[in-house]
């Protein structure tokens, strides 16, 4: 459409804005370049644009420095000079979905009434193509939310058991290719089960989603982290030796029994975690032989008193 428009009017540049709200938009398309879109624009800096919305009818803005309609925006558009400007509303049920936007180096009179009719035709038509990407942002943002709500913990926010393994195979897929180091920390709160039904449920809640902060504080951003179930957590750490994992866990281990708790009564809480890595001296073949071996580790932190980091595997 914009192409087919700049070539029968001569236009520098022809776009269709659309419209977001009465203060912003954004360029849906632009003939100059398929690179020119997606840019937001504040409606503000375009009275002749906001003129229209008003209107609903085509404004022509000539002379574009010394136009009445462009005083407030003049040091904006000073550069533009000999230069006029065509908006036509691209309406569909009496709303402004949007505008076709023309600018043309011609002066004085720089669209002819035949011009201005061929394009308001056109812009009629071009309601499909607002319609088409509104729907298609709306599916792409639902989509989005599905995909979100599909691989995530509803409380803690974290990632879910599901997604752990998807990603955990991923990545061992990876290490082995590319021979290098991989690490799993497991995690278990310790006697969580005295915090809710101590201090009921609802607390319980608000002191799993703290700890999940704070693990996703301490980890970088390659690493995942995930609510592996009830009260415990896993992290996947690529790239990490044994050595680096054990390291990690430690500092998990402290923040999370050194932060005081919303709702908790001066109580200590601890945890207990196991480290693996791949490769290691144990017969790890896949994902999930690494995370029986972080399990085993774990296992061993509880029965070592519980409160502490267990590594197994080393190479």
């Known amino acids: 459409i914009v192409k087919k428009v700049a070539d029968i009017t001569n236009a520098v540049r022809c776009s269709i804005v659309l419209i977001i709200k009465e203060s912003e938009g954004y360029v849906l398309v632009s003939h100059e370049s398929p690179l020119i879109r997606d840019i937001k624009l504040d409606l503000n800096k375009y009275p002749e644009i906001t003129a229209v919305l008003a209107s609903k009818k085509p404004v022509i803005v000539e002379d574009i420095p010394n136009h009445p309609l462009m005083q407030k925006v003049k040091e904006l558009v000073k550069d533009l000079e000999n230069m006029s400007v065509l908006v036509l509303p691209i309406v569909y049920e009496e709303e402004v979905l949007g505008t076709l936007f023309l600018r043309t180096h011609r002066y004085g009179k720089g669209f002819t009434e035949k011009e201005i009719k061929l394009c308001q035709i056109i812009a009629n038509s071009a309601y499909h193509a607002i319609k088409n990407a509104r729907l298609f942002e709306d599916i792409s943002k639902e989509k989005d939310k599905m995909t979100t709500l599909a691989i995530t913990d509803s409380l803690t926010r974290l990632y879910n058991h599901n997604f752990f393994y998807r990603r955990l195979d991923e990545e061992f897929s990876r290490s082995v290719r590319y021979e290098t180091p991989l690490s799993v920390i497991m995690i278990d709160l310790d006697n969580f089960k005295k915090i809710n039904d101590t201090y009921g449920h609802r607390v319980g809640d608000l002191v799993l989603k703290e700890i999940a902060d704070i693990i996703k504080k301490l980890v970088r951003k390659t690493d995942i982290v995930a609510r592996y179930g009830g009260e415990e957590f896993a992290v996947i750490l690529p790239h990490t030796n044994l ?68 590594a197994l595997g080393r190479k």
């Open 243 to 310: 050595k680096g994992a054990e390291e990690e866990a430690e500092r998990i281990r402290e923040a999370v029994s050194s932060h005081a708790y919303a709702g908790l009564a001066r109580e200590i809480l601890t945890m207990s975690l196991g480290v693996a890595s791949y490769p290691c001296e144990n017969s790890v073949l896949n994902s999930g032989d690494l995370v029986n071996l972080a399990d085993t580790a774990l296992y061993e932190a509880k029965r070592a008193g519980k409160n502490k980091v267990i």
